[in-house]
Nanobody, 125 residues
Framework: HVQLVESGGGLVQVGVSLRLSCAAS????????MGWFRQAPGKEREFLGAITRHGRTYYADSVKGRFTISRDNAKNTGYLQMSNLKPGDTAVYYCAADQGPWPGLPRTATDFGSWGQGTQVTVSS
């Protein structure tokens, strides 16, 4: 498995933007699809979006238009750019990676075998 470490979380105000990073090591990052999830207290882990090995991105409806996923394979790093943050975005954010294969696009936590430790994002009003 590839090892993943998230960074970039913190306490922010409503309406600001924030970029999370996911640094990969141990395997060739470019061989993996990467997903982003979040989990708020008392709630299930929520899929936010993912990027395939070839750079195709797709998102959950709940964040489409506000969140953008990208990757830099040369830097072994993936990114989650979040804009217009709301108190409801408060959660621990996780990146995940896997090589598949899947019958379709990976969208669930069980589709991904490698996980980071998570980074806390708190949006204050």
């Amino acid at each position: 498995h590839v090892q993943l470490v998230e960074s970039g979380g913190g306490l922010v105000q409503v309406g600001v933007s924030l970029r999370l990073s996911c640094a990969a090591s141990g395997r060739t990052f470019g061989d993996y699809a990467m997903g982003w999830f979040r989990q708020a207290p008392g709630k299930e882990r929520e899929f936010l979006g993912a990027i395939t090995r070839h750079g195709r991105t797709y998102y959950a409806d709940s964040v489409k238009g506000r969140f953008t996923i990208s990757r830099d394979n040369a830097k072994n790093t993936g990114y989650l750019q979040m804009s217009n943050l709301k108190p409801g975005d408060t959660a621990v954010y996780y990146c995940a990676a896997d090589q598949g294969p899947w019958p379709g696009l990976p969208r669930t936590a069980t589709d991904f075998g490698s996980w980071g430790q998570g980074t806390q994002v708190t949006v204050s009003s």
